[in-house]
Structures are given as C-alpha cells and as structure tokens.
C-alpha cells in the first residue's frame, strides 16, 4: 500500500461520519469484517446469540478494531457488544423487562422523574454502538427476535411536552440528558436541548450522559458542529452559573485510545467537565488491577471515575453479572490509591425503583442465597428493594431454590422480613 493510500485510510478511520456510515450491523457484515479467516461454526454461534438478546447489534469499526479476534471468546470489548449464543446463561427469575421501572416514572413521554429533584430526559432511542447490557433495551434500538421496541415519537413534539413539565416543576433543579445517546443527536438538537434547559431559571445542573467518547472518540474531534455545540452550551451554562457536564461510559483501560486522549484533550481544553460511569461486568472489568488501570488512565485525561454499577438485570447477560460480595471488594481495593475524588462510588440501581444505592449499604445480604436488600428513604422511604446476584454465583441447591417459585418466594419474604426487622433496630 503507497503512503498516500494509507494516510487516505487514516484520514477516513478517523472521520465520524464514515465510522457511522460502515457500523457493522448483520453478522454478514462482521462475517466480510473479519475475512477469509471467519470460523462458521463462530459465526452461527454469534446468530445464536443475536437470536437470544434483547438488543441488535450495532459497532463501529474503531471498536472492532479493539478486539484481540486472536482471543475473540474472552476478550473484554467483544463481551461487551457481540453475543455468542453458547455462553448465555438462563436468566434469573427475577429479570423484567424495564427492571428500574422507568416507565412507571415517566410524568410525560421521554421524561423520567424518580429523584424528588432530578429528571432523566431521554433524548433519543438511538446510540453509536449498542451495549448488549443496555437498562434500556425495553425501548432502545431496532427491534430484535425477542422485544418489538416501542418507537420514540418525534423528537419536536416530546421535546416541547418536557419542557413545559419542567417549567411547571421547579423543584427539579438536575436534568440528565441520555437516551439512548446524546451523540446520536444532531448539533441543532443538541444546542436546541442545551438552551431550552438554560433558559429554565429552576434548572441548576445539566449532565450530558453519552458512552460515544470509548466507541466514536473522533466524533469529538471531527465533527466540529457537534461538539461546538456542545462547548456553546458549556459555556454558556457556565456564564449563567449553571453546572453543565460530560458524563462518559468506560469500561475497561483498553477502550482507551490516541483518538479518546485527543477527544478528551480538546474537550478539557474547552472547559467541559468529563465524568465516568462504569458497569461491573464479568470477564470485562472484575479485577481490581482492571479497575485500578482504568481509574488511573481515567484520571490522568480529566475524566472525574464517578460511579460502578452492578449490572442491571437484562436478558442474555446473565454470565457477565457480579455478585454485590465481589464488588463490595473490588470497591475496597480500590479505595485508597488516589484521591478520594477520583475513585468511583460503587452503587446498585435498584430494581423497581428505588435508584442508586451505594452498594455496601444494604438492609441485609444473603450471600447463601444471594440476596440483597436496600432502603431509599429519600425516593420511596416505606418501601424495600432487593439486588440479587446471578445464579451462577450460588450453590446448586440455591440456583435450584429460585427456581421453584414457591421457594424462591420464601426467599424473597423472608429476605425482606430480616431487613425490616434490621431496619427498626429490633436485630
């Protein structure tokens, strides 16, 4: 290959538009991907995999540039994108579509009130890549064998419906903007979405939750109507003392790059402030050397690590979830080597509703049966929700006890009476 065809190559590699333009979305695709070398035993195992998730497959070509294919089975990218039907667990009993029960929070479409002073504003049902861990895979993304998705409605009309629910509610001080990704959004939606949120005097923060900057880091750097659309808002937030931040998704220290130091870079250069949330997963992230890497790696491009979660309760996944006993530890390990700032809480989203609990916080926990109980006073004070770890952490005897229903609903009962008994000091 001559020099001039290379530097054409990189020069096409890094634009955003032709990362979005050949995502790989059909196992066709990644067949033609990988080339001669495609296993066909791999590849129907990968259909088998489709067949059983709730979420398509979308990737870009910089994240299949990231897998080790050499290692294709355990690598900690492709767990995180590609299913393989034969390493999907049965589901826990307890999985339900729309776990955290958005739905049921949400006053008009696209809106999500849980916390008394914060709002989830869905912005779009559309990302650059889908995460096979996706909470939301009851409504984002193309439809798949298992879930007909319900579309969101046009972005105009939802968008003037929310912010009259918002102007009509000054108690919510706190919006995060998600989906979904905001980086699915055009610049004029963006700057649309950032300006209608400033010119709401009750509204005092503003987060910008995208996983873009580990799968499309060039979208930073080469769309430069985006992100000045995004700057635009950050400074205008800022002359308006209104907090405005960019809040990432790494997962793993390999996801980061030279084109996400060169996104982060600009973006700090710019006056955005970055933040990180990670999600515990099995065989990606459940070492503490891992999480100590990314922490650090994190850190030094200005990225505040802010929150852990355990894995919510989705369909496919089973075998990639964490018992709350691994990542109370992992969280211990961690703790310590940097600033207090810099290392991440690690939290539950309670199933239900109940929102984010810091994961050592708990009423009670069974680790013979798995069984983690929490309280949110401040969401939902009378009432008590649980965290289970996946089956495969447990005895055969308890994985067998969940899944007879009579037993698994003395479980649940007796879980909760210990925990409000607990609770009222009578324990």
């Not at 990362?19 to 495609?38: K, S």
């Not at 409000?420 to 324990?427: H, I, L, N, P």
């Amino acid at each position: 290959m001559s020099r001039i065809a290379h530097e054409m190559m990189r020069h096409e590699f890094a634009d955003a538009a032709w990362q979005e333009r050949h995502a790989v979305t059909r196992v066709d695709q990644l067949r033609a991907w990988v080339g001669g070398d495609a296993d066909g035993n791999l590849m129907r195992d990968i259909e088998l995999g489709l067949a059983r998730a709730p979420m398509a497959m979308r990737i870009t070509p910089y994240v299949l540039n990231l897998i080790d294919w050499s290692n294709f089975f355990q690598d900690p990218i492709r767990k995180q994108f590609i299913p393989i039907g034969s390493e999907i667990l049965p589901s826990h009993p307890l999985l339900r579509m729309d776990s955290l029960h958005e739905r049921e929070s949400s006053p008009v479409d696209g809106l999500v009130h849980r916390y008394h002073d914060k709002a989830l504003l869905l912005a779009t049902d559309r990302c650059p890549v889908y995460c096979r861990f996706c909470t939301r895979s009851y409504g984002v993304g193309l439809d798949t064998q298992l879930v007909s998705k319900k579309r969101a409605s046009p972005f105009q009309s939802r968008w003037n419906t929310i912010l009259a629910y918002l102007r009509a509610t000054p108690v919510i001080v706190d919006v995060v903007v998600s989906g979904g990704d905001c980086f699915r959004l055009k610049p004029s939606q963006l700057l649309a979405v950032g300006t209608g949120l400033l010119s709401i005097p009750s509204i005092r923060r503003i987060r910008f939750a995208t996983k873009g900057l580990a799968v499309l880091p060039m979208k930073v750097t080469s769309d430069h109507e985006w992100t000045g659309a995004l700057v635009n808002i950050s400074d205008a937030g800022r002359n308006q003392g209104v907090e405005i931040s960019f809040h990432t998704h790494f997962n793993h220290p390999r996801e980061i790059t030279d084109y996400t130091i060169a996104a982060a870079e600009l973006l700090f250069k710019r006056g955005v402030r970055m933040r990180n949330q990670t999600v515990l997963m099995a065989g990606v992230n459940d070492d503490p050397e891992v999480m100590k890497q990314l922490v650090k790696k994190l850190s030094d491009l200005h990225i505040q690590p802010y929150y852990v979660y355990t894995c919510d309760l989705v369909g496919g996944i089973e075998h990639m979830r964490c018992s709350v006993g691994l990542a109370c530890q992992i969280e211990k390990d961690l703790r310590g080597i940097t600033a207090g700032y810099n290392t991440p809480l690690f939290v539950v989203d309670t199933p239900g509703g109940g929102g984010k609990r810091d994961v050592h916080s708990f009423e009670h926990y069974d680790r013979q049966t798995g069984i983690a109980v929490y309280r949110a006073p401040s969401v939902r004070p009378e009432q008590l929700f649980t965290y289970v770890d996946p089956l495969q952490s447990l005895s055969l005897d308890a994985q067998a006890a969940w899944s007879d229903p009579q037993r698994a609903s003395r479980i649940l009962s007796d879980a909760i009476e210990v925990a409000r008994a607990k609770s009222m000091g009578f324990e």
